[in-house]
């Protein structure tokens, strides 16, 4: 066998007894949240002359070196001219004897050390979200609290940073802290506008990583249900106004002193001091809100060579002038200094502006100079890119593998494939390795074994799940699995074994549920609230949720909306946050734990730790698991072709991989498996969840279904029902994932419901498809028909 290892294109000379072995892992026992990677330990190539030129003799310091050690280089390993693992190389050190090198210490990393290299320091405020910047007002934010904008890629719910109410009567008390929600009319009570950010998709945002670094992941997981759905709130801080626009002030005339070039409006002062005069130079910018606008909080923000140096923040101007007085040079030191002039507000504001700059010298001799603005016009817009919680795109990606444990693995170029574990392993084969194992020595052990395994998000600040803590002793979200002897016996000793935790970048906010004030009757209203203990606006860590569009009908208390003018008008129907995908029954959720979901009291039984974790975590701690080392030679058409999720079959018994290792010039293969305890019925069609529960609305839905590719699908009408209201295809999606388009559902409060009969290579499964009716809000409960049409009061409803 000829092994050629190629660094930048270059065939590298090798050691003929060199041991380089290629070790290989999915998940490694000793840290359930790794993910596949292949990698050498250090290994050493000569110092021969084609060697020597690729590393450009790095070891002479002297040397105009441009061989560059501090970062990888692109690798490939090939096996008689077969590819066997791409990715990078790094230098690590060079061996010198006798003032000659003989050798260069180098090691392998697979593709996926690729997506840390892309990545790098970049945070999510780097990300161009563009696209989802909107202007900010009552009108667009009832736009997105009702339905959502950009095809419901951003919506806007109710987590905002003080505390909600529902009274139908008694007392109102509307606060910067306080809000009653309740729909009365002639009130100012309802959800204010203003309280609110919106969410965004996390799909756009893998998409917004993808553009920016040029990596490219699959959609095999990414476009399903579980992931598509979710959302990222956008806020960064405990403010509770928002950030807004900032535009710079355009100055259109001036005085003959005046230093300000109204073709750029920067004001340039050339400072050159004298030994007997020293100038000062300072100034004012003056700013006059336009009729209407004197309201209207603003930041006036002075720039000194392009960094900010002085600000001033005006909560309500009443029409005054504002001024913010500034000066430039406190150095002394000859140097020429560029001035400009900002404002910001986060809501549609109009101004004039002056700015005087003064040149004072020794005596008190003032020289002064003028220059006008006579209109500026910010238009009020929610900057997405703005707003985005700060985190690291590293960090911010890990976190969603480690929360639905991803398997990411390299497929190309800059090209990754993501999935979760159990789809990853239903997309295996079989490879009966019998005749190529060395029979003469093999290890079983137990292996490394955790007896208790904690998940965890960050430390919340909000007061909600901090009360959660002090009744439950966790944080809402948290889990906790402990492994005892008796698994079915809580009160059995724990397995020997030490602790491992797994904690997640994110925070859970408990939203809740509200009852009104006055009767303690619940209504269906949920919010998220973002105050700390003593009731003061805080912020969280990157906040991930579903959202579910709930409609209110006429027997429910009714909410309002307060407008930008104060008034309030009926909703009757919202986007309401939640940890689970459904209101009702729910197929995933974004805890860890079986909480309750706040909208119906239902515990979430099909949460993260059960979806993603719990078989996996059954099969390593399983009483009969054991950990196989087995040495063997295989030959190229299986070791160049064998994928981690691909079963190993020695003398008829099953092996998952855990990892192996290759050893590329003598061909020996150390295999470190685990003893398989599935369906030995290899290649089943089985769905990631036995059932599809959605709204009224027409929409599109990706599920996961194992092993989909070559079924036969069939509908099946519901005690003999129309089928025609929902279609499937599978046409340019991943080989398992199945597109469901459903009609929009128009009975009034009517459920329907079909099967997906799913005939697969080995067995036929089957999905239990369910779409709820449209719930028609009605004046006084009175429903009007006049030729198929139905009337309600439009003065007060907005549906």
Do not use: C
Request: aromatic share 12%.
């Amino acid at each position: 066998m000829v092994t050629q290892i190629q660094i930048l294109g270059t065939k590298i000379d090798l050691f003929e007894d060199e041991n380089i072995n290629v070790i290989d892992s999915v998940v490694d026992i000793k840290d359930i949240s790794k993910n596949t990677n292949a990698f050498t330990r250090n290994f050493t190539v000569p110092a021969s002359r084609i060697n020597n030129k690729l590393f450009k003799h790095w070891y002479d310091a002297n040397l105009n070196n441009s061989f560059d050690a501090r970062k990888k280089q692109e690798a490939i390993i090939l096996l008689d001219g077969i590819v066997f693992k791409e990715g990078f190389v790094q230098l690590t050190k060079v061996n010198v004897e006798k003032g000659r090198a003989t050798s260069y210490s180098i090691n392998f990393s697979g593709r996926i050390t690729g997506i840390k290299k892309a990545l790098g320091e970049l945070t999510i405020k780097d990300l161009d979200l563009s696209a989802y910047d909107h202007s900010y007002d009552s009108n667009t934010v009832k736009i997105g609290l009702v339905s959502g904008l950009f095809n419901g890629d951003l919506v806007y719910t109710p987590i905002v940073k003080k505390q909600y109410y529902v009274q139908d009567a008694g007392e109102d008390e509307n606060t910067d802290k306080l809000r009653n929600i309740s729909y009365v009319a002639g009130s100012d009570n309802g959800i204010d506008w203003s309280d609110m950010r919106p969410s965004l998709k996390l799909l756009p945002i893998i998409e917004a990583i993808e553009v920016k670094t040029g990596i490219t992941f699959s959609r095999d997981f990414f476009i399903t249900e579980e992931f598509s759905n979710l959302f990222l709130w956008l806020n960064n801080s405990s403010d509770t106004a928002l950030k807004g626009k900032s535009i710079t002030t355009d100055f259109d005339s001036k005085d003959s002193r005046s230093k300000m070039d109204l073709s750029t409006n920067i004001a340039t002062f050339n400072i050159i001091p004298d030994d007997n005069i020293q100038d000062e130079y300072k100034g004012f910018f003056e700013v006059t809100p336009k009729a209407g606008f004197g309201s209207v909080p603003y930041t006036m923000k002075m720039y000194q060579n392009g960094e900010v140096r002085w600000t001033k923040y005006i909560a309500s101007g009443n029409g005054n002038n504002e001024d913010l007085f500034v000066w430039f040079s406190e150095s002394g030191d000859p140097e020429t200094i560029e001035v400009y002039f900002e404002v910001e507000s986060a809501e549609d504001f109009e101004y004039s502006a002056e700015f005087e700059n003064r040149e004072e010298g020794i005596g008190g001799v003032l020289r002064k100079g003028k220059a006008y603005s006579s209109s500026n016009v910010i238009t009020a817009e929610f900057g997405a890119q703005n707003e985005v919680p700060d985190i690291k795109l590293i960090d911010f990606l890990k976190g969603l593998f480690n929360m639905f444990k991803l398997v990411v693995i390299p497929t190309g170029d800059d090209e990754y494939y993501i999935n979760t574990i159990e789809g990853y392993y239903a997309q295996g084969g079989i490879y009966d390795v019998t005749k190529y194992v060395d029979f003469e020595k093999i290890d079983i052990n137990k292996g490394t074994m955790y007896n208790q395994i904690s998940f965890k998000f960050q430390e919340p600040a909000t007061i909600a799940n901090i009360l959660f803590n002090k009744q439950n002793d966790r944080y809402f979200g948290d889990e906790e699995y402990i492994v005892r002897e008796v698994p079915s016996d809580p009160n059995s000793e724990q397995i020997d074994g030490g602790a491992y935790e797994l904690e997640l970048p994110f925070e859970q906010v408990l939203f809740e549920k509200l009852s009104d004030n006055t009767d303690n009757i619940a209504s269906t209203v949920v919010y998220g609230r973002v105050t700390d203990e003593a009731g003061e606006a805080t912020t969280t860590k990157p906040l991930i949720h579903y959202v579910a569009n709930s409609e209110r009908g006429t027997n429910t208390k009714q909410i309002g909306f307060l407008n930008s003018d104060n008034t309030s008008v009926m909703i009757n129907r919202y986007n309401v946050p939640i940890h689970a995908n459904s209101l009702t029954s729910p197929s995933y959720s974004t805890t860890f734990s079986a909480d309750q979901n706040v909208f119906s009291n239902i515990f979430m039984s099909n949460n993260l730790y059960s979806n993603h974790y719990k078989a996996y975590i059954d099969s390593i701690f399983n009483i009969k698991k054991r950990e196989y080392k087995y040495k063997a030679y295989l030959p190229l058409r299986i070791i160049t072709k064998l994928n981690l999720n691909d079963l190993i079959k020695i003398k008829g018994d099953y092996y998952r991989i855990n990892k192996y290792s290759y050893n590329v010039l003598t061909g020996e293969t150390e295999l470190d498996l685990i003893n398989f305890f599935g369906d030995l019925e290899i290649g089943q069609t089985i769905p990631r969840s036995s059932g599809v529960n959605t709204g009224y609305e027409s929409k599109t839905i990706n599920v996961s279904v194992y092993n989909l590719e070559g079924s036969t699908i069939t509908k099946v009408g519901y005690d003999n029902y129309d089928t025609t209201w929902m279609d499937f295809s599978t046409t340019g999606l991943p080989a398992d994932v199945l597109q469901l388009d459903f009609e929009a559902n128009n009975l009034n409060n009517l459920t329907r419901s079909m099967y997906l009969d799913i005939a697969g290579k080995v067995n036929t499964t089957r999905i239990t498809i369910r779409q709820t009716g449209k719930i028609l809000t009605v004046d006084s409960n009175t429903v009007t028909v006049d030729s198929n049409l139905i009337t309600t009061d439009n003065g007060n409803t907005d549906n």
